[in-house]
Nanobody, 122 residues
Framework: QLVESGGGLVQPGGSLRLSCEAS????????IAWFRQAPGKEREGVSC???????HYADSVKGRFTISRDNAKNTMYLQMNSLKPDDTAVYYC??????????????????WGLGTQVTVSS
């Protein structure tokens, strides 16, 4: 099970940190990822971390978002800075066991959280 938290309403230029706690399995062998879905749009990959530590970001969030994991807490994070109205979406965490080089491809992931709403507005 994956449970996200940390979403909310923030002004443009603000920051939020999303958390995703795993239970029932350990994250350390998993490839982890964050996806988002804005109203009227398809779900898209935001960032992912392969289990060897390699990280990928969507071009739209490079330099603003940071993915991380704390295996001791069995939790993954997405630090979001310099938020823009276009970042408004429901954010989902996802995991899959083992390495996965193409880790921004959502169809590969069997484990998903229920999502947390992020709204960027003044």
């Amino acid at each position: 099970q994956l449970v996200e938290s940390g979403g909310g309403l923030v002004q443009p230029g603000g920051s939020l940190r999303l958390s995703c706690e795993a239970s029932g399995f350990t994250l350390d062998y998993h490839t982890i990822a964050w996806f988002r879905q804005a109203p009227g749009k398809e779900r898209e990959g935001v960032s992912c971390m392969i289990n060897d530590g390699r990280i990928h970001y969507a071009d739209s969030v490079k330099g603003r978002f940071t993915i991380s994991r704390d295996n001791a807490k069995n939790t993954m994070y997405l630090q979001m800075n310099s938020l823009k109205p276009d970042d408004t979406a429901v954010y989902y965490c996802a995991t899959l066991p083992g390495p996965f080089v193409g880790c921004l491809v959502e169809l590969a992931y069997p484990n998903w959280g229920l999502g947390t709403q992020v709204t960027v507005s003044s």
